[in-house]
Nanobody
Framework: QVQLVESGGGLVQAGGSLRLSCTASGRTFTNYGMGWFRQAPGKEREFAAVIDWSGSMTLYADSVKGRYTISRDNAKNTVYLQANSLKPEETGVYYC?????????????????WGQGTQVTVSS
């Protein structure tokens, strides 16, 4: 059973940055494609960024492209999301997810495991 634990959320002013982390326990981390998703209050969960098992292939939502960077350290079983130039409308809970396939996907239903989420609040 894979367990994912996110950290790094918090309160930041508009234009600021946060680095989110997600550490996995359980089976071999390099078997997983990973993704970061976010859910604003009253809205559906949405894709932000995904990464393949090696870290060489990434994909971003248009809304975050150029401001967010997803990366992973397989030696530490951890995936990161560096979020820069944050906007108030990006306030919400940020979740990481893993799938038992080596490549990420933008489709929420194709992920097998989810973390509990970390709150990000961007003040104006």
């Amino acid at each position: 059973q894979v367990q994912l634990v996110e950290s790094g959320g918090g309160l930041v002013q508009a234009g600021g940055s946060l680095r989110l982390s997600c550490t996995a326990s359980g089976r071999t981390f390099t078997n997983y494609g990973m993704g970061w998703f976010r859910q604003a209050p009253g809205k559906e969960r949405e894709f932000a960024a995904v990464i393949d098992w090696s870290g060489s292939m990434t994909l971003y939502a248009d809304s975050v492209k150029g401001r967010y960077t997803i990366s992973r350290d397989n030696a530490k079983n951890t995936v990161y999301l560096q979020a820069n130039s944050l906007k108030p409308e990006e306030t919400g809970v940020y979740y990481c997810a893993s799938r038992n396939v080596r490549f990420g996907t933008v489709y929420i239903m194709e992920y097998d495991h989810w973390g509990q989420g970390t709150q990000v609040t961007v003040s104006s």
